[in-house]
C-alpha cells in the first residue's frame, strides 16, 4: 500500500485524525465482537454433541441462551460497525472539504498561464471528483480493510486455542490467496490501470469529437465518415478492458477457489486427525468450530480484495490530482516589494516561449506605452499581440528582458498591487451568480452607489438595469434575469469603470454582434479609456487611426511602429493590412448589382 | 419489471445478462455445495462417536468429493467471469454504438452546445454506470436471492419450519430498506443540491479566475468558496446516520433470523421433530446464507441508483427520429415560406412569417438579435419541423422529404466551424466523401486555402489537432467553405459566415464565398448591414414577425427598423479610440 497518500490524509484531518483511530479502533472491535457471534453458534451445537444426558431442560436452556447471544454478539458487531462507519464518514467529510479548501488555496496563488490551457470543466472535475474518491477512501475502504486485517489476526489467536493443527491447515488456502493478491493487485496490474485510464480518455476524446462534429457530418450527408472513427475508439476500448478483464481471469478464479476452498483442507485433514485421536470428540468439536468459522474468512477475503482494488484505484486518482495541481508552483516573489507612482508601460528586449513550444512567442521586444495615451498592437494571429497582454499581468514570466511599469519590474510588485491597476476587459467574460449589484463592485465593494449609478451610466448598462425584475438587486442567471453576450459585456464593462484602474488592457471584440449592442459597447468603451494607458488588440483596423501608437507585430517581433499617417506612409505591412481590411469593409454580397 | 427496456439493452444483451445473473446464481450455490461433504462428515463422526467404532473413517471418498468440488467451483467462476466481463464489454460497446446511431439520426436542433455536453456524458459516464450492473452488479443483486431461496426451497423439503424460521426476517428486513429511501429522500435532496453548489462554486471560480485573481475580493470570494464547500458536511453527515442507522436495523433484523433458527430447533429437537444431525445442518447453513443476502441488498441501492442513468439513456433512444421520403427528386430550388409560425416548447418566436428565397437570388434576413432570423434559417433544413403553416420547396412541403436527402440540397457556412483531429485533406473531402482527390484540391483552391494549406508543414497531409486548434479562425472558415465547393448544393445558407473578424484573409473569405453562392437559391444572415446592402430581397424582421422587405433603397427610404439600424452602424464604424 502506497503510504504517502494516507499520511498526507492524515496530516489533512488534523484533529479529526484522533476521531479517525477511533473509527479504526471500534472496526476492530466490532470484527471480534462478530468473531463472539460465531463462537456462540459454536457453543450451541458444542452444547448439543456433548450433552450426555439426553436434552434436559438445561440443555436446553444453554442452546436458548448462546442462540441469543448469537444474535446479540452479531446486532452488536453491527452496530459498531455502523458506529465507525458514522465517525469515519465525518472524518471523510471534513478532510475532503479540507483537502478541497486546500486545494483552491493553492491554486488561486498559480500564474493564470495555468488555467489557459486547461479547460474549466476538466479542473472543476478534478477537484471535485477526485476528491469525491477520497472520501470514499477514508469512509469505507480504510475501517473495512482494518476489520478484514484483523479478523484473520482474532481468528489466528481464537483458532489456537482450539486445534493448532487444523488451523494451520486452514490457513494455508488463505496465504495462497494473499499471494494471488499481491500479484493481481501487483505492478504489472498498476501498468494496467493506467493503460486502461488512457484508453478510456483516448474514447472520451473521441466521442467529444464525434458528439461535436455530429452537426457537420449530418449536413453533409457524411454520418458514415466520423462514424468509423468513432467506432474505432469503442471497440478500442472494449477490447482493451475485456483484455484486462481475462488477463485476470486465472488468478482471479485462483482467488476465489482459496476463498471458498478451505473445506478442501479441513475435510482431509480432519478425517486423518479424527481417526488418529484418543478424543474424536475433542476433534469432533474442533472439526465443527471450524465449519461455523470458515464462512467468515471468506467473507473477510472477499472484502479485502474488493478494498485493497478500490484503494488502487482510489490512489491513483489522488496521483493524477496531486500532479495535475502541484505541479504548477505559484508565481515566484521577492523580498523588497515595491509601488510605484506613474503607471507608464515599458517593454525591455522581452523574450517569452510557451512551454513545449519551439517557436518564441515574442521575441527582443522593446516599446514604450505612456500614461493617457493610447496604443494599439496589431498583426495576424498567433503573431505575440495576447503574449503582451499576458506578460503584462503576469498570466507567464518573462524568459528574457524585463516588463516595467513606472519603472518597476512587474515581477517586483506585490502581484494584488499589479492586479488592482490593470483593468482587463476580455472578449468572453462570464458574470457570477451574484447580484448585479455586486459583480458591478466586485472590484471595490466600498464603492458609493452614486459611483455605481454613474458606472451604470456610463458602461450603457441603464437599460439593462431597468428591464431586470428587482433592478441592480437582481441575481444573475436566477430566472428571467438571463442576459444576451453584448449585455454581459457591457455589465463587465461598467465592473471597469468602476475599478478605475490607471491602466487598461483591451481586446477587441473579433466578432460582430448586432447592431445596437455594437453601438452601446463602443459608445461604454469610450469611458473606460479615458485618461489612461490603454493596450489594445487591434482587429477592426478603422478604429484605430486615432491611436497615440500603433504597434505592428509579426511572428513574436515588432515589425512597423509609429502613428496611423506614418505607418501608411511607409508603405509597409501596416498598410497592406489597412488595405486589405478597407476592401473587405466595402464588400457586398452579390455585389453583381 | 422489462430489464430489456429499462436498460436500454439489445435482445443478445438481455439473454447475456440473463446468462450471467444465471451463472452468478450457480457460482453462489456451488460455493454451499461443500455444506454437504461437511454434514456427511459430521455425521459419520457422531455415528463413530456413539458406536464407539473402532473403524477409520475413509479418506479417498472426502478427498476425491473435495477435489471434484473444488474443481466445480474453479470452473464456474472462471466461466462466470469470462461471461461476465466478455459480455458486459460486448453489450456496453454495443450501446455506445447504438446512442451514436441514435445521435446522428436527430433533428439537428437537438445538437445544440448543451445537449452535446449532455450526450457526451451520457455515452461516456451513464453507460459506465449500466457496464457495471451488466457486469456484475444485477447479477449479484439477483443470485444473492435467488442462491439463498433455493437453497431454502432444498431445506424446507427437509423441514419447512426451520426453512422459514431462517428466512422469517426477511420481508421485515426489506421493508427498512424501502421505508429508508422514502425517509432519507428529503436528507439527500438538500445534500445534492448543496453539492451542486459546490460544483457550480468550483466552475464559477476557474471560469472567472482571471476577474477573480485582478481583484481585491480574492480572499473574500475564496471564503465564500470555502463557507460552500463546508456547508455540505453537517447534511452529509446527518444522510449518512440516516441511512447508516437503516441499514443497520435492516441487516440485523435479517440475521435475527439466526436466534430463531436456533430457537425453533431447540423446540423442535424436545419435540423430536428435528434430529441433532438436522439442526447443525441449518446451523451450518444459517452462519452462510446471510452474507450473499446482505449483498444483494445492498445492491438493491446500486440498482436504485443506475436506473436514474438507464433513464438517461433510454430518453435518448426515445426522442422522435424525423420522417420523410427519400425518393423525392426536387428540381427547382424556390424556398417559399407560407405563413409560418413557430416556437419553442411554450415560447412562439415566429409569427405567421411568409416569403419566397428564390433561386438565383440571394435574400437577407436582418433584425435585432432575439428576432428569429437564424431560427427561420434553420427551418428551411428541418432542424425543427414546422408545426403551423409550411415550407415548400419544388412543390414538396420540406417535412414529407426526408431530412438527409432534403440536407443534401443545402450547403450551410456557420460562423463556428467545427474540424476534426484529422488531415487537412479529409476535413475537405467531409463535403463529399466520393470526390475524387482531383476535386478536392480543386475545392480547396476555389476556397483560397491554396496558400495557407502550403504552408503547413505535410500541406493536405497535416493533421490539425482536436477541432483544428492549429489553425486561426479565417483560415477554418475557408476550409468550412471548401467543403461547401466540394458538395455542390443548390441552396446555400449564410449564417454569420463572416462575423469573425480576421483582417489578414477576410477578403479572401469574401471572395471564396461570393464564388460559392453564384447562381445558387441563397438565405445570408449578417451583423453586418453594408455586406447585404446589395441583395435582391431583405427581410427585416423584428419579434418573429416581418415589418419591412424589399431592396436596400427601398427601405432605406421607408424610415423604418431597417434604415435606424444601418445609421447605428455607421456610428459604430465610424467608432475611433481616442478620437479628438
Not at chain 2, 424436545?270 to 444431525?277: F, I, K, M, P, S
Request: with cysteine.
Amino acid at each position: 500500500m502506497k503510504n504517502k497518500n494516507l499520511s498526507k490524509l492524515m496530516k489533512l484531518m488534523e484533529r479529526y485524525v484522533y476521531l479517525f483511530y477511533i473509527s479504526i479502533a471500534i472496526s476492530v472491535i466490532s470484527s471480534v465482537v462478530s468473531l463472539g457471534a460465531y463462537l456462540n453458534v459454536y457453543y450451541v451445537i458444542e452444547e448439543l454433541l456433548t450433552a450426555t444426558n439426553g436434552l434436559t431442560e438445561s440443555v436446553i436452556d444453554n442452546m436458548k441462551q448462546y442462540g441469543w447471544q448469537a444474535v446479540l454478539y452479531v446486532s452488536a458487531a453491527f452496530a459498531l460497525y455502523g458506529l465507525s462507519l458514522l465517525l469515519s464518514h465525518i472524518v471523510a467529510f471534513n478532510t475532503v472539504a479540507k483537502y478541497r479548501i486546500q486545494l483552491i488555496h493553492h491554486m488561486k496563488e498559480l500564474p493564470l498561464g495555468y488555467f489557459q490551457g486547461q479547460q474549466t470543466g476538466k479542473l472543476r472535475k478534478l477537484v471535485e471528483k477526485n476528491t469525491e474518491e477520497v472520501e470514499h477512501y477514508i469512509a469505507h475502504q480504510v475501517p473495512d480493510m482494518a476489520q478484514a486485517m484483523t479478523t484473520p489476526v482474532a481468528f489466528l489467536v481464537l483458532i489456537f486455542l482450539f486445534d493448532w493443527k487444523l488451523s494451520l491447515i486452514c490457513l494455508i488456502p488463505v496465504f495462497l490467496g494473499f499471494i494471488l493478491l499481491h500479484f493481481m493487485m501487483g505492478g504489472e496490474s498498476e501498468k494496467f490501470l493506467e493503460q486502461y485510464q488512457e484508453a478510456s480518455a483516448n474514447m472520451g476524446n473521441d466521442v467529444v469529437e464525434y458528439v461535436r462534429g455530429i452537426s457537420v457530418v449530418k449536413v453533409f450527408g457524411q454520418t458514415a465518415f466520423s462514424f468509423k472513427a468513432f467506432n474505432q475508439a469503442i471497440e478500442n476500448y472494449r477490447d482493451f478492458t475485456v483484455k484486462y478483464a481475462l488477463s485476470m481471469k486465472n488468478a482471479m478464479s485462483g482467488y476465489i477457489v482459496c476463498v471458498y476452498g478451505i473445506f478442501a483442507f479441513l475435510i482431509p485433514a480432519a478425517i486423518i486427525f479424527f481417526n488418529n485421536t484418543a478424543n474424536p470428540m475433542e476433534m469432533l468439536l474442533s472439526y465443527v468450530f471450524f465449519v461455523i468459522f470458515t464462512p467468515l474468512v471468506a467473507f473477510m477475503l472477499m472484502r479485502i480484495m474488493e478494498s485493497s482494488y478500490k484503494a488502487m484505484i482510489i490512489f491513483h486518482a489522488m496521483d493524477n490530482l496531486e500532479e495535475a495541481v502541484y505541479r504548477e508552483k505559484p508565481l515566484p516573489t521577492t523580498d523588497n516589494l515595491k509601488k510605484t507612482e506613474s503607471f507608464d508601460i515599458q517593454f525591455k528586449n522581452a523574450s517569452f516561449t510557451y512551454e513545449g513550444m519551439t517557436n518564441q512567442a515574442i521575441s527582443e521586444l522593446s516599446f514604450e506605452s505612456n500614461p493617457k495615451s493610447v496604443t494599439a498592437i496589431v498583426g495576424p494571429s498567433g503573431s505575440g499581440k495576447s503574449t503582451v497582454f499576458n506578460l503584462i499581468t503576469r498570466f507567464y514570466d518573462l524568459d528574457k528582458g524585463e516588463v516595467l511599469i513606472g519603472g518597476v519590474d512587474v515581477r517586483e510588485m506585490p502581484y494584488d498591487y499589479l492586479m488592482s491597476h490593470i483593468s482587463y476587459v476580455f472578449q468572453e467574460t462570464k458574470l457570477f451568480k451574484m447580484s448585479l449589484l455586486d459583480n458591478i463592485r466586485f472590484y471595490r465593494p466600498d464603492a458609493s452607489i452614486e459611483e455605481i449609478e454613474r458606472a451604470v451610466d456610463q458602461a450603457q448598462c441603464r437599460e439593462i438595469i431597468d428591464k431586470m425584475p428587482n433592478g441592480l438587486d437582481t441575481v444573475f442567471g436566477a430566472k428571467g434575469a438571463y442576459l444576451s453576450g453584448g449585455e454581459i459585456q457591457r455589465i463587465t464593462i461598467a465592473r471597469a469603470i468602476l475599478k478605475d484602474a490607471p491602466i487598461v488592457l483591451l481586446d477587441e471584440a473579433t466578432a460582430f454582434s448586432d447592431a445596437e449592442n455594437e453601438y452601446k459597447i463602443q459608445k461604454a468603451l469610450n469611458s473606460v479609456m479615458q485618461d489612461k494607458t490603454v493596450l489594445m488588440i487591434a482587429h477592426r483596423l478603422s478604429t484605430i487611426t486615432h491611436a497615440d501608437q500603433i504597434l505592428v507585430m509579426d511572428e513574436g517581433t515588432l515589425v512597423e511602429k509609429g502613428k496611423h499617417a506614418e505607418l501608411m506612409a511607409q508603405n509597409g505591412m501596416y498598410a497592406r493590412m489597412y488595405h486589405n481590411y478597407q476592401q473587405s469593409i466595402s464588400w457586398r454580397i452579390g455585389g453583381k448589382r | 419489471m422489462n430489464i430489456q427496456k429499462l436498460f436500454s439493452l439489445t435482445k443478445q444483451g438481455k439473454k447475456d445478462l440473463y446468462k450471467t445473473t444465471l451463472l452468478t446464481t450457480l457460482h453462489q450455490i456451488t460455493v454451499v455445495l461443500p455444506v454437504i461433504l461437511f454434514i456427511m462428515l459430521t455425521e459419520e463422526m457422531i455415528i463413530h462417536i456413539q458406536s464407539n467404532s473402532s473403524s477409520s473413517v475413509t479418506l479417498w471418498q472426502y478427498l476425491t468429493l473435495c477435489i471434484f468440488l473444488l474443481a466445480v467451483i474453479f470452473v464456474i467462476y472462471l466461466i462466470t467471469y469470462k461471461q461476465m466481463y466478455i459480455n458486459s464489454g460486448r453489450e456496453t460497446a454495443k450501446m455506445r454504438v447504438r446512442l451514436a446511431e441514435k445521435f446522428r439520426k436527430l433533428p439537428l436542433s437537438y445538437l445544440g452546445e448543451k445537449d452535446l455536453s449532455d450526450f457526451t456524458s451520457t455515452l461516456m459516464d451513464d453507460v459506465s454506470v449500466i457496464e457495471k450492473q451488466l457486469t456484475s452488479d444485477f447479477a449479484n443483486l439477483v443470485s444473492g436471492i435467488v442462491s439463498s431461496g433455493f437453497i431454502t426451497f432444498i431445506l424446507a423439503f427437509y423441514n419447512w419450519q426451520m426453512a422459514l424460521a431462517l428466512f422469517l426476517c426477511m420481508p421485515v428486513s426489506l421493508l427498512f430498506i424501502i421505508v429508508s429511501k422514502f425517509v432519507t429522500t428529503p436528507t439527500n435532496r438538500k445534500n445534492r443540491q448543496l453539492k451542486l453548489d459546490i460544483s457550480e462554486g468550483l466552475q464559477e471560480f476557474f471560469e472567472n479566475i482571471k476577474v477573480i485573481k485582478s481583484s481585491s475580493q480574492k480572499e473574500h470570494y475564496i471564503q465564500n468558496l470555502t463557507k460552500t464547500i463546508k456547508a455540505v458536511v453537517p447534511w452529509a453527515v446527518l444522510y449518512e446516520v440516516l441511512v447508516g442507522v437503516f441499514i443497520s436495523i435492516s441487516y440485523n433484523i435479517l440475521r435475527i433470523g439466526l436466534g430463531i433458527v436456533v430457537l425453533l430447533g431447540t423446540y423442535l429437537l424436545v419435540q423430536q421433530q428435528l434430529t441433532a444431525l438436522g439442526f447443525i445442518i441449518f446451523i451450518y447453513i444459517a452462519v452462510r446464507i446471510y452474507d450473499p443476502l446482505t449483498n444483494s441488498l445492498y445492491k438493491i441501492g446500486e440498482f436504485i441508483y443506475a436506473l436514474v442513468s438507464a433513464k438517461r439513456i433510454k430518453n435518448i433512444f426515445e426522442i422522435e427520429e424525423q420522417t420523410g421520403s427519400s425518393e423525392v427528386d426536387l428540381t427547382q430550388f424556390d424556398i417559399e415560406f407560407n405563413q409560418v409560425s413557430f416556437g419553442y416548447s411554450d415560447k412562439q418566436v415566429i409569427h405567421d412569417v411568409s416569403f419566397a428565397a428564390r433561386q438565383g437570388e440571394i435574400t437577407a434576413l436582418v433584425g435585432p438579435s432575439g428576432c428569429g432570423k437564424s431560427t427561420l434559417s434553420k427551418l428551411a433544413c428541418r432542424f425543427w419541423d414546422v408545426k403551423k403553416g409550411k415550407i415548400v420547396i419544388d412543390g414538396h412541403n420540406i417535412n414529407e422529404i426526408h431530412p438527409e436527402k432534403l440536407l443534401s440540397y443545402y450547403s450551410i457556412v456557420f460562423q463556428d466551424v467545427t474540424l476534426f483531429n484529422d488531415t487537412v485533406f479529409n476535413n475537405i473531402k467531409v463535403g463529399n466523401s466520393e470526390a475524387t482527390d482531383e476535386e478536392i484540391f480543386q475545392a480547396a483552391t476555389m476556397a483560397r486555402c491554396d496558400d495557407f494549406i502550403a504552408r503547413l508543414p505535410d500541406s493536405f497531409d497535416t493533421v490539425i489537432g482536436e477541432n483544428g486548434q492549429t489553425l486561426s479562425g479565417g483560415e477554418r472558415q475557408r476550409i468550412s467553405i471548401a467543403r461547401a465547393f466540394l458538395k455542390k448544393a443548390p441552396i446555400v445558407l449564410l449564417d454569420e459566415a463572416t462575423a469573425s473578424l480576421d483582417p489578414e484573409n477576410e477578403t479572401l473569405i469574401q471572395e471564396a464565398i461570393s464564388e460559392l453562392i453564384k447562381d445558387k437559391t441563397v438565405i445570408v444572415i449578417a451583423h453586418r448591414l453594408k455586406t447585404i446592402e446589395h441583395c435582391d430581397q431583405i427581410i427585416v424582421l423584428k419579434e418573429g414577425k416581418v415589418i419591412e422587405r424589399g431592396q436596400h433603397e427601398q427601405l432605406m427610404a421607408n424610415d423604418h427598423l431597417y434604415s435606424y439600424l444601418v445609421a447605428l452602424q455607421r456610428k459604430s464604424g465610424d467608432w475611433q479610440v481616442n478620437e479628438v
